[in-house]
């Protein structure tokens, strides 16, 4: 490239270009006088407009021919990105910010930054914290609605021994908790449809049969034995599903023994024990499940509802099968079991209040849990739900102070840690399902 520091003006020097085996000398004073009386950018589009003129019929490349002032000076007759026709424009020279004239004092060489990193090492991203925080609470909410709903329903239950009542009255407070919602337009309210009733009679049954064993259970013996009883839901699981056509690998058949074991164990060794309470637990396992598999059959057609909706329409359609059936079961011992009640706690406030909590609890636990499932991985929420489990034992032990042999308690820590391998098996087994899809 020219530019107007490397040559002195005054000086004389004689350039020579070779073509052929002529020779045509060029004054380098004489070329570069008439450009030196204009502007500068005057005197650059003039010289590179008028190649051809001062050197005629050159058609090929001349070749570096000289160093003047220690910098190279090279002339080429096919246009380059720096050297265009005189009616084109030279936009590049007004980029250069060193120079604005667009001449350079010095060659130039554009060195091609290094791209930002995306996360800096030490600096966290703030996205990771967020979501981290919010699984925190999320955990955090459903493990303390689920403790309390656990502390109050069993008050309840020591005091008003009606667990088909209480059931049913948790259930009622659900439905006018989604209604609420749904009418204060807090929670989109979904589109209901005779196909999607039927769809959800199945699992509503199944959710009705579950929740009044468990309340059964709870009534009969102690809140942690029902818990380890509970934990072995997987195992009804894998067997359920595999009679309607699921396989599953080797492993996960054998996560569920410690299980199996473990629940046995606690049960030999409970000091609470109850056949009543043992059954109610079992029965409330295959609810569950139940529950879950044909949810996942015969809802297939209707995922646009979200988990908490689908909670919601359940409650009220359980409630709907468990009411009458407690009205008949247990409906005329409530007045006389109402009275002593009132007569052991004291204060009727005192019984109101641990209903109420108990009916506002049962329902924000559950619907944490379906929040939490839509939030996170069912690995995770497999996980969480086995920690779940353990927070309750130990919680429900120290308020209620119910004793716990050491058998017991190793039974009960064997079954869910079997619960967890569990957790782990299936979830690899359905990573292997999806990598072969």
Known sequence: MLTSNLINPSSTSTVTFSKSNHHYAINASTLLNPLL???????????????????????????????????????????????????????????????PSGLSPKPRFQIPRAAPEANPEG???????????????????????????????????????????????????????MLLLWSLKLQPCPKISKPFIIALLGPALFHTIGHISACVSFSKVAVSFTHVIKSSE????VVFSSFLGDSYPLQVWLSILPIVLGCSLAAVTEVSFNFQGLWGALISNVGFVLRNIYSKRSLQNFKEVNGLNLYGWISIISLLYLFPVAVFVEGSQWVQGYHQAIQAVGKPSTLYIWVLLSGVFYHLYNQSSYQALDEISPLTFSVGNTMKRVVVIISTILVFRNPVRPLNALGSAIAIFGTFLYSQASSASKKKSEKKD
């Open 37 to 99: 009386n204009r502007t500068q950018p005057q005197r650059i589009l003039h010289h590179l407009s008028a190649p051809t003129s001062l050197v005629p019929h050159l058609g090929i490349k001349v070749s570096i021919f000289s160093k003047i002032h220690g910098y190279p000076l090279t002339l080429s007759s096919t246009p380059t990105s720096q050297i265009y026709d005189s009616s084109s424009k030279i936009s590049h020279l007004s980029r250069i910010s060193a120079n």
């Open 123 to 177: 600096v966290p991203e703030p996205k990771t914290n967020t979501k981290t925080l919010q699984l925190a609470l999320v955990f955090g909410f459903w493990y303390f609605q689920n403790i309390v709903f656990n502390i109050y329903n069993k008050k309840v239950l020591n005091l008003f021994p009606f667990p088909w009542l209480l059931a049913s009255f948790q259930l009622f407070v659900g439905s006018v908790w």
């Open 234 to 237: 997987p195992v009804f699981s």
